[in-house]
């Protein structure tokens, strides 16, 4: 059994296979649609989300998960002994990790609750790697160190094709986002630093083909390349392009392709994507 206990949250990209094969717990947030409450991996799931997102009278609004849950998985893993660790997405756009560290100081275990300071595939990175070493029987102290490794080496690249969404959620003046829209502007994001800062601007599809394109040629330089995640809320063809580019260019690195959590879809909107990489230098 392992000494170490890992815990996530639902923004997380993490296949059902590997949550169970690595035994990690993963602690949803909740999403309201319409009046309607839904609970993230039980009573909706990141494919369904997107449909019923799209059709909404209102944007969805997504909530933290209560510090009481946390409290109570923690309790729950701690029984036996064990210590917890918990990695959650970046405190930039969201306050779970907070209500995570809120519990930690309530609950009877001993918890540890980190600020991933990225999220989506870019934190499941960091959560498999905590699980595998977990389970070989390391210290909480020796996975920080592996994880904050494996942070150092992760890039999160992200563009947006509508405002909409971010408008609407008060991250953007709605003049502004109207003009952008009806100039077809295009956005390249990176998380980094565990914030999120615009790198690309441009009108059009070939301006995110050229953004991905960079990022490809750089990803040719990076020595040791791990793994690679592509999270979507809807497919588009510079989304296929990209992905078909990729595994041309790396055909021995794995790929997951799949549809992202609620809480990115809500936050970025229809078309949107994420680019994520991880490299082992060492």
Excluded: W
């Excluded at 998985?73 to 969201?94: H, P, R, T, W, Y």
């Excluded at 990790?97 to 595939?121: G, N, W």
């Excluded at 498999?128 to 942070?151: D, P, S």
């Amino acid at each position: 059994m392992a000494n170490v206990k890992i815990v996530t949250d639902s923004s997380a990209q993490l296949t059902d296979e590997e949550i169970s094969k690595y035994g990690i717990t993963v602690i949803p947030l909740t999403v309201m649609i319409d009046s309607t409450v839904y609970v993230e991996r039980e009573t909706i799931t990141n494919d369904t989300f997107v449909p019923k997102m799209l059709a909404a009278k209102d944007l969805p609004k997504t909530s933290q998960p209560p510090v009481g849950k946390f409290v109570a998985a923690f309790n729950k893993l701690g029984e036996d002994g064990s210590k917890v660790l918990c990695l959650d997405m970046l405190a930039a756009i969201s306050g779970t990790v907070h209500a995570a560290e809120q519990a930690a100081t309530i609950s009877t275990s001993d918890v540890t609750v980190v600020d991933s300071q990225t999220t989506d595939r870019g934190l499941a990175f960091q959560v498999l790697e905590a699980a595998k070493l977990a389970q070989q029987g390391a210290t909480v102290e020796a996975i920080l160190t592996r994880i904050n490794q494996v942070r150092e080496n992760t890039r999160l690249y992200l563009c947006v094709m509508t405002l909409d969404n971010i408008v609407k959620g008060g991250r953007l003046h709605p003049v502004a986002g109207a003009i952008t829209n009806f100039l077809n502007i295009k956005l390249g994001l990176q998380v980094t630093g565990g914030k999120l800062k615009i790198i690309s601007k441009g009108r059009g599809d070939k301006s995110l083909r050229k953004f991905f394109g960079r990022i490809i040629d750089d990803m040719k330089q990076t020595p040791t390349l791990k793994e690679i995640g592509i999270s979507y809320v809807t497919e588009t063809k510079v989304l296929k392009e990209t992905v078909n580019k990729l595994r041309e260019t790396f055909p021995e690195v794995p790929l997951l392709y799949r549809i992202t959590s609620p809480i990115i879809s809500t936050h970025t909107g229809e078309g949107a994507f994420a680019l994520v990489y991880y490299s082992d230098p060492d």
